[in-house]
Each structure stands twice: as C-alpha cells, then as structure tokens.
C-alpha cells in the first residue's frame, strides 16, 4: 500500500456518498458543506437509550422471503421509515424540500411536509416525483392562512395530516381533525396518558417525540416511553416515534417495542445538505438495508413477527 493511500482524508473533502457507510458519516459531510449556524440546527443526538437495548439473535430460521412492507392508515409502504416534518430547508440546500422528496420518492418513502416549508405542499407534488406525502400542521395557529394551507395540501394529495401538539390543548387538535377528511396523527407524546387521551379524541395515530420540548426540561427519550405508551394504547392507534434514529438497529428495537413506524429528520437533513436528492435516497436505502439484515439477524422475517422478546433492556449506567 502507497504512502497516498493511507494519508488520512482531506478536512474539506466531501467524500461520494456511495463510499460512506452509516449516518453518522452523513453528518460529517453535512458539517463540510454547511456553515456553522445552518449546521449547528442539525446537529448532534442524544443516544444513550440506544445504548442501553440489545438484541436477542436468533439462528436457524428461514428469513429468504424478508419483507419490510407495512400499512399505516390504507397506505401501503415499501418499510416502516418516514421522512418526518423539517422547516425551511432551502436553509441546507438549494432545492430544499423538492430535492427531498425527489430522494425520498427513490427510496420509496413517504415524506411529512412541514408547515413552514419553504415550498408549499402543492408545488412539491407538482414538481416531484409521485411519492406518498403527508402535511404537518402545528394546533393552537388557527389563522386564515394555516386553514388555507392545510385545505390547498389535502387538495394537492396529502394523505395524512400531522398535527404537532406543542403548547396546544385537545380542543384545537380536535377542531384540526374534523376539518378534514383524512386521517389525522398528534405528533408531541410523551406519556401514557396523553396517547389515552388521543385515543378518546378519535385520533387515528400518534408520534411518540420530544423535539419541542425545552432542554431545560429534560424530557425523556422517546423510545424509553415506548413500551408503557404502545402497552397504554393496546392496538387501538396507530404509534410513530421519532427522535435520535440514526441506525436500522434503533428502528428496529422501535419496532420491537411497539412503534408501527419511525421519522428520521435530522439524518435526511444531512443527507440533503451533502449531496441533494441522491444523498437523501443513499441514506434512506442504506437505513432500510440495516433494517433488513438487522431483523434477518434476529430471526424475523416481516414486521408482524416482531415483539418486545426481540430485545434486551439494560439498566442504566454512569453517565447514560
């Protein structure tokens, strides 16, 4: 091996997105492409939850006829990863939300427009490759232009409305849900007996997520109020989660725990930033990748198979 081959890597260099092998070193590459402010909005994660769930392996069992395929709400999706809601994300590309979607298309995954997008739902439909789409409203901003906005997405084809509960009461997410004629999912859970409370509201769904919850606060992982959610609601809503997913192993022990599907964010965003719609379709294949070999791992052929017996939780250890 020459000399030149082994020299580490140039700081700025911004390797193919073919050559790298897991999100984190998407990130890398969205820090090389980004200035610090718009980087610094996407960075990092909180990952010791992951850390401390393991997987049971399994041996011997036929897995040939793998199949991450699940429904959520009459759609059926290619694997249970979503691209969840992102604001203004012409902040890390060009193209924002239509280099997006086009990837996300690719990869056969369906995509949570935001609100405050930079483009409206409308314009990504029309000028995107067909993939399933949904909007995210935010409750308690009842305006004209919200209610004009929300009418012009489901117009424009949005099959699920994502309704962010930050700050709001149930009676506003009500209103949002029977304005509309679609299914309906409250994004913002964080406890058994607010998903209990979704359920009495009619709501088709749930996304256990902290995202906008104050530091300050310290609010739990999502996915350590997982088990006790997914147990409170019994089958009778659909659960999402989002927050910190960054391999298939952490979608995976979502699933195990009672999770339908995962929205990843932060990671697309740095996908997007790097490399545009072919670094977000990179990403999104390699995380279904994961998954699959991961769950081949555990001796799980499809999703119906998966239970909580898949994983180990550990106890908490100095500093996590």
């Not at 995954?109 to 993939?131: D, G, Q, Y």
């Not at 949005?158 to 509309?180: E, F, M, N, P, Y």
């Not at 279904?288 to 991961?294: F, G, K, P, S």
């Not at 198979?305 to 939780?313: A, E, F, G, H, K």
Request: charged share 20%; proline share 6%; aromatic share 4%.
């Amino acid at each position: 091996m020459s000399a030149q081959e082994i020299m580490p890597e140039s700081p700025g260099r911004i390797a193919p997105a073919r050559e790298l092998v897991n999100a984190f070193e998407f990130e890398a590459m969205a820090q090389r492409s980004l200035g610090d402010s718009a980087f610094r909005q996407i960075a990092g994660s909180e990952r010791c939850a992951f850390e401390r769930i393991t997987f049971r392996p399994r041996m011997m069992v036929n897995t040939t006829k793998l199949d991450l395929t699940v429904e959520l709400f009459g759609q059926k999706m290619f694997a249970p990863i979503l691209v969840g809601p992102v604001s203004e994300q012409k902040r890390f590309h060009p193209e924002g939300e239509l280099a997006a979607v086009r990837g996300a298309a690719a990869a056969k995954t369906a995509v949570v427009v935001s609100a405050r997008s930079s483009f409206s739902l409308p314009e990504i439909a029309a000028r995107t490759e067909k993939a399933p789409l949904w909007y995210q409203a935010q409750a308690g901003e009842e305006t004209d232009e919200q209610l004009r906005r929300i009418d012009q997405a489901v117009q424009a084809g949005a099959k699920t409305l994502c309704i962010t509960a930050a700050g709001a009461d149930w009676s506003a997410i009500g209103r949002l849900r029977k304005r509309v004629g679609i299914p309906c999912v409250v994004k913002g859970i964080l406890s058994a007996d607010d998903a209990r409370a979704a359920v009495s509201e009619g709501l088709n769904g749930i996304v256990i997520s902290n995202y906008e919850m104050p530091a300050a606060s310290h609010p739990p992982a999502p996915i350590e109020v997982l088990p006790s959610i997914a147990d409170a609601v019994a089958g009778k809503t659909v659960v999402l989660i989002d927050g910190s997913f960054r391999r298939g192993s952490d979608i995976l022990k979502a699933l195990a725990l009672g999770a339908r599907a995962v929205l990843l964010a932060r990671p697309v965003m740095w996908a997007l930033a790097a490399y545009g719609a072919a670094g977000v379709q990179t990403l999104l294949e390699m995380l279904q990748t994961e998954l699959a070999r991961d769950m081949a791992m555990c001796g799980k052929p499809n999703l119906q198979s998966l239970d909580p017996s898949v994983v180990r939780i550990h106890a908490r250890g100095p500093g996590c």
